[in-house]
Each structure stands twice: as structure tokens, then as C-alpha cells.
């Protein structure tokens, strides 16, 4: 590899006790070594400070009063003396070629300025690969450039593990925002691919294991409330129609994830009993994206129900996966337009 950069892993934490080490270990393990790992700490109680020292000067640790894994990952960023960039989340893992093969297509294709790979998804039932449950195979070879990256980040929402990042494209972006608290890896990763161009490597380079067991996560505590979700997608999709530059494609493609966010979030608001709120949104779904699609599934909630509309779309889309506990089947995937606060993690 010519010129082999630094890179700086970053993992954010909260009361991980139990999997950080996993975490740090699969760093540890990686065949390429130019790296420094720094953990940021979002105000655990328990005992990951103790944990991270036992690994002395191989890590630099960070603690900050909790403020949320936007937060976490923004300081572990602006600490960062690497030139890229690589996210972990502290109960993930990383194959141990995870960085090298990132580096190899970097070197290879020095226009990136970020790679994504495929990520296993281990529920403790299933092991599945996250690009084939989003009807993302690439059969075409393992590797892709792909340099306008805005529908890749919407359509496959990569995790944060996967990613390998320029940090100069990380500061152009302006960071996760911290005021999200769902799908602030999506946010972000929407604005990263208005900056440049995206390689993505098609096996699975990281392993995301569903845990269970009630631990929480930097953003467990928001998956709950789906309508967060809807809301999340909506300030995204609206922060990036005011975005300089957009060609005409891309703004049609915004406007129409936009439209999907608010059709679903009204079904929602719809089904809690607000039915006013509910026809509210998913009539001004048809003025975000003016179609005949966003008319017909309007009409089609109007006259089919909830229960007419889930049957279209397990027609279209199939079945597939949504995080789920440990000994219980799969669920259903969100439907295209909106996102799934069970998939995200930190």
C-alpha cells in the first residue's frame, strides 16, 4: 500500500461493560496497523473506564457527560489526528481485514473519499448479510465506485461499523448532527455523499450482533417511538433539499423519499387516533413529491386501510430483516420511503 495513512477508529460508548473489550480486541486483530483507537466514553456508570485502562497507551480515552452518540462520535472525531477516519460501535466487531481491504481500494481508486462494506448480522438465530436483506447482492463483483452516492446512503443506510471515512469530508459535511436522536448515521451519511465519491466493498467486513437481554445502546432508549423515526427522515430529507448544488435528479430523489417519510408518518399518527394530523400529512406527502404513485397510495390507504396497504407492500418488497431480540423470528422490513428505527444501533 503507497503511502499507508493513518487511521483513526473511533468508538463511541455507554455502559458497555460486557462487549467493549470484543470491540477493542477486533481493532487489536486488524491485519493493517496504522491506527489509533479513541474511545469516547458518554458518561457510563459502570465499569468501561476500568476496561479501556487495562488496554494503557494502545487507547485514548475520552469521557464526556452523557449527550448522545452524535455527540460521542463528533468529539472522537475532532480528537482525530488520522487522515481517515473509521467508526466502531462498542458492541460491534471488525473482520480482521475490515481496515486493509478499505485501504487497498482507496489506493487503488484515490478519488474516494469513503468505503462502506457489507456487514453480517448476527440476531443469535440468523446470520444474514445486510446488503442481500436489502436487495443489494451486487453481483456484479465485489467492489463498486459509485460517484453520486445520495440514493446509495437513503436506500441502504449503511452502519456506521462499515464505514471508512476522509475526515476533511467529515468536517465539509458538518459532523452528525447531535440534535437527532435517531438516524444520525443516515443524516449524516446523506450529506457525505453530496461531498464526493463512495467505494463499497461487497463482503461482509464488520459483524453486528443483536445482544438482547435489555442492554442499552447510545440510542436504544429512542427505538421505541417510531413516529421519532418518520421525524428524523423529515428533518433529513428537508435539510438536504436546502443544500446548494443539487441537480435536478437529485432534488426529484429527495422530494420523493421526503413525501414517503410524511405518507407513513401520517398512517402512524393516523392509527394512535389523531386522524386529522394523519390525513393532514399524507395529503401533503402528494404536494412534497406531486405524482400519480403518492396519489394512488393515499387513495389506497383511504379505501383499503392499514391493512390493504401492508399487503401491497409485502408484494412488492418481500420479507426481510428488522432487528429483532434473540429467539424470536424476523420481522418485516420498513417499506421503501421511511426508515426503521429497530435497525439502528450505536
Known amino acids: ?56 497507551a494502545q487507547v485514548r480515552y475520552l469521557y464526556q457527560d452523557n449527550a448522545g452518540v452524535s455527540a460521542a462520535r463528533n468529539k472522537g472525531i475532532l480528537e482525530a489526528r488520522g487522515e481517515w477516519v473509521a467508526f466502531l460501535d462498542s458492541d460491534d466487531e471488525w473482520l480482521p481485514e475490515k481496515l486493509e481491504r478499505q485501504l487497498n481500494l482507496i489506493d487503488r481508486h484515490p478519488e474516494l473519499t469513503m468505503v462502506a462494506s457489507n456487514v453480517e448480522i448476527d440476531d443469535g438465530i440468523h446470520k444474514l448479510r445486510y446488503f442481500d436483506i ?11 465506485i459509485i460517484h453520486q452516492p445520495l440514493s446509495a446512503f437513503c436506500e441502504i443506510n449503511f452502519f456506521p461499523s462499515s464505514l471508512l471515512v476522509k475526515r476533511a469530508a467529515l468536517l465539509q459535511a458538518g459532523l452528525f448532527d447531535e440534535n437527532l436522536r435517531l438516524y444520525e448515521d443516515r443524516d449524516l451519511g446523506c450529506r457525505l455523499a453530496l461531498c464526493g465519491t463512495l467505494g463499497i466493498l461487497a463482503e461482509p467486513l464488520a459483524r453486528i450482533i443483536s445482544r438482547g437481554g435489555g442492554d442499552i445502546s447510545l440510542s436504544a432508549s429512542q427505538e421505541c417511538d417510531r413516529r421519532r423515526g418518520y421525524r428524523a427522515g423529515i428533518a433529513t430529507y428537508e435539510k438536504l433539499l436546502g443544500e446548494s448544488g443539487l441537480d ?21 399518527v393516523f392509527k394512535r387516533g389523531d386522524k386529522r394530523l394523519g390525513l393532514g400529512l399524507m395529503w401533503r406527502s402528494c404536494r412534497d413529491y406531486p405524482s ?48 426503521d428505527p429497530t435497525r439502528h444501533r450505536a
Open 134 to 144: 436489502r436487495g443489494k447482492s451486487f453481483n456484479s463483483g465485489p467492489e463498486h
Open 248 to 268: 435536478l435528479s437529485a432534488r426529484a430523489f429527495i422530494r420523493r423519499r421526503l413525501a414517503g417519510e410524511r405518507f407513513y408518518y401520517g398512517v402512524d
Open 1 to 56: 500500500m503507497n503511502n499507508a495513512p493513518l487511521v483513526s477508529v473511533v468508538i463511541p460508548t455507554y455502559n458497555r461493560e460486557k462487549w467493549i473489550s470484543n470491540a477493542l480486541d477486533s481493532v487489536l486483530l486488524q491485519s493493517y496497523v496504522g491506527y489509533e483507537i479513541i474511545v469516547v466514553d458518554d458518561g457510563s456508570t459502570d465499569a468501561t473506564r476500568r476496561i479501556v485502562a487495562q488496554y494503557g
Open 292 to 339: 400519480a404513485t403518492a396519489l394512488a397510495r393515499c387513495l389506497l390507504f383511504f379505501i383499503l386501510g392499514q391493512g390493504g396497504l401492508a399487503f401491497i407492500q409485502t408484494l412488492k418488497y418481500g420479507r426481510g430483516y428488522m432487528r429483532s431480540e434473540p429467539g424470536k423470528p424476523l420481522e418485516t422490513p420498513a417499506p421503501e420511503g421511511h426508515g
